[in-house]
T-cell receptor, first 114, second 114 residues
Framework: AAGVIQSPRHLIKEKRETATLKCYPI?????VYWYQQGPGQDPQFLIS???????DKGSIPDRFSAQQFSDYHSELNMSSLELGDSALYFC?????????????FGPGTRLTVT | AQSVSQHNHHVILSEAASLELGCNYS??????LFWYVQYPGQHLQLLLK??????LVKGIKGFEAEFIKSKFSFNLRKPSVQWSDTAEYFC????????????FGTGTQLKVEL
């Protein structure tokens, strides 16, 4: 079965650079979630989109922005990168934006900021 | 603030031993509860979930969990672990009516020795 696809899988950037992470949900899934997992930490919710509209927002820095496109893929844009942004960024998708819909996770993008 | 606590950060067991991982959540309302597993180098996978009904839920790979509302707990159990169960286990919850973001615990690293 098709899964959530994230690209790139690994990304190395320098401080103050920008990065764009992409997420392709499971076909027919209309909801996308972004989570950040720092080294040795639990995943923290950043932001979610349902039917191309932002549906919920968590602890996402103002330097980050995200959107969901007409084909339901999503991009997380990160500017003025800081060392503390080094983390594993997970995308998840679900069918429907309610709380009873299982979220399927992608393999993650490991971002390293040097 | 709503939170999830996992009491055991590192657990080492021998094959065939029984497993119980503790999870407590802090919220007075209705929640949906999940256990996710993250095998080394892989993405988060859903083990089991509780929305309502029978508080004893069975998941994949022989895992089960019991929701005890009076104790705000959702402990994960497996009668006999295998070496292939070596992974990190995350408890998480969704607030019903409170958006669709997952709040994760800090995770428990399980190592099963032969």
């Amino acid at each position: 079965a098709a899964g959530v696809i994230q690209s790139p899988r690994h990304l190395i950037k320098e401080k103050r650079e920008t990065a764009t992470l992409k997420c392709y949900p499971i076909p027919r899934h209309d909801t996308v979630y972004w989570y950040q997992q720092g080294p040795g930490q639990d995943p923290q919710f950043l932001i979610s989109f349902y039917e191309k509209m932002q549906s919920d927002k968590g602890s996402i820095p103002d330097r980050f922005s995200a959107q969901q496109f007409s084909d339901y893929h999503s991009e997380l844009n990160m500017s003025s990168l800081e060392l503390g942004d080094s983390a594993l960024y997970f995308c998840a998708s679900s069918l429907g934006g309610g709380t009873n819909y299982e979220q399927y996770f992608g393999p993650g993008t490991r971002l390293t900021v040097t | 603030a709503q939170s999830v606590s996992q009491h055991n950060h590192h657990v080492i067991l021998s094959e065939a031993a029984s497993l119980e991982l503790g999870c407590n959540y802090s919220y007075g309302g209705t929640v949906n509860l999940f256990w996710y597993v993250q095998y080394p180098g892989q993405h988060l996978q859903l083990l089991l979930k509780y929305f309502s009904g029978d508080p004893l839920v069975k998941g994949i790979k022989g895992f089960e969990a019991e929701f005890i509302k009076s104790k705000f707990s959702f402990n994960l159990r497996k009668p006999s672990v295998q070496w292939s169960d070596t992974a990190e286990y995350f408890c998480a919850f969704l607030l019903t009516g409170g958006g669709n973001k997952l709040t994760f615990g800090t995770g428990t690293q399980l190592k099963v020795e032969l």
